[in-house]
């Protein structure tokens, strides 16, 4: 079948489900059904819209069709040496390039790349009329006023249907190399800022069980100089691999100790904020800015807690027995609410799109 004529066909079925006011689950590879509220609907598979429409390595742009595969994007953009900087977690075979900026998850070298709505440059999108909307471009410097198209970063396809994107890729840094230190987390979390706070090249950070790993990446010279002005255990490159993609896909084995009674919460945070003293396994990353914490604790305490240091929390995953009627995600203030309403209603006023998967009422 013809682009066309998918992109058609869709349009009729979006239309056919707002006028039966029957919800549409959107759903590309699937591997992160689990993130969000409880998923509802017809399952809308967006795999069919697939291929890479253009990219120019010189510019550092690809734009790309929802359904594509994200090894796919992510082959092409290595034959040229470069990378999607904020490093997208996969969480499974079969991830596509629409499902990850709509999940909007970051990875390891989030703190010192960017999220993955700084890297969204343009957008296309199909409302519940089933008409085409198109939004921002192809180059960096094209928005004048609101930045709609990095709305649809972390959406969770609340919004409309992705059909394309367009996005900034930086080159792959020339070396790279992980350094790990024997460390309290208090000590962690104070030299990772005052490393921050200098020209190091650190482009990731890890604490856990009295180990911090930093990740250097850039110029040659750049990476040898810090590695002398930090000291540490250099890591083996393999090793080192194998644990920074661990953290990203959540194949460590921190990740895989959740009991059934307790859920992995997101905690985001000032980075200078001292080790939560809460009961529970606790990793931290981002310069201590994201922390990992598994725990039996109640919804409640964790979030007054997370608050109480500045920042939330977010419930990523959960055992089977651990009670989830807290909500995934942070209550918003009113005022946010409303905005969001008012985004949902402009752009899915027949509110048939991933009913309920950022917040019950959405």
């Not at 990378?83 to 709509?102: K, N, Q, V, W």
């Amino acid at each position: 079948m013809q682009d066309d004529d998918i992109v058609a066909q869709w349009a009729e079925r979006v239309r056919a489900a707002a006028a039966d006011n029957r919800p549409l689950q959107l759903r590309g590879g699937g591997t992160k059904d689990w993130y969000g509220q409880t998923l509802g609907g017809d399952i809308f598979d967006t795999r069919a819209y697939s291929g890479i429409v253009s990219y120019d390595p010189a510019e550092l742009v690809v734009t790309a069709r929802c359904g594509t595969p994200l090894t796919e994007l992510e082959a092409v953009l290595a034959e040229h040496n470069q990378m999607l900087a904020f490093e997208p977690p996969h969480f499974g075979r079969g991830a596509t390039f629409g499902g990850s900026i709509a999940a909007g998850i970051a990875g390891p070298r989030r703190a010192s790349a960017g999220a993955a709505r700084d890297f969204v440059l343009g957008a296309t999108l199909m409302n519940s009329r089933g008409q085409i909307l198109h939004f921002g471009g192809q180059v960096v410097k094209n928005v004048a006023g609101y930045d709609v198209a990095r709305l649809m970063a972390g959406s969770l396809g609340t919004l409309g249907l992705i059909l394309e994107l367009s996005v900034k890729v930086l080159p792959r840094p020339a070396a790279e190399a992980t350094l790990k230190f024997s460390m309290h987390g208090s000590d962690a979390v104070r030299k990772l800022n005052e490393w921050c706070g200098r020209p190091l090249p650190i482009s990731a950070s890890a604490w856990r069980n009295g180990t911090l790993a930093v990740r250097l990446s850039g110029a040659d010279t750049a990476v040898k100089t810090a590695r002398y002005m930090l000291g540490g255990e250099v890591v083996d490159a393999v090793e080192a691999e194998r644990f920074w993609e661990g953290l990203r896909e959540q194949t460590d084995p921190f990740f895989s100790t959740i009991p059934p009674k307790a859920a992995l919460w997101r905690l985001a945070l000032p980075s200078i904020t001292e080790p939560l003293q809460l009961p529970g396994a606790q990793l931290m990353e981002w310069n201590g800015a994201q922390r990992w914490w598994i725990t039996d604790t109640d919804a409640q305490t964790v979030r007054i807690s997370a608050k109480q240091a500045g920042g939330h929390a977010t419930m990523f995953r959960s055992g089977p027995s651990f009670e989830r009627t807290a909500g995934v995600f942070t209550p918003l203030p009113a005022p946010l609410m409303k905005i969001h309403r008012g985004l949902k209603a402009a752009f899915d006023p027949a509110r048939i799109f991933n009913r309920g998967r950022l917040y019950p009422d959405l």
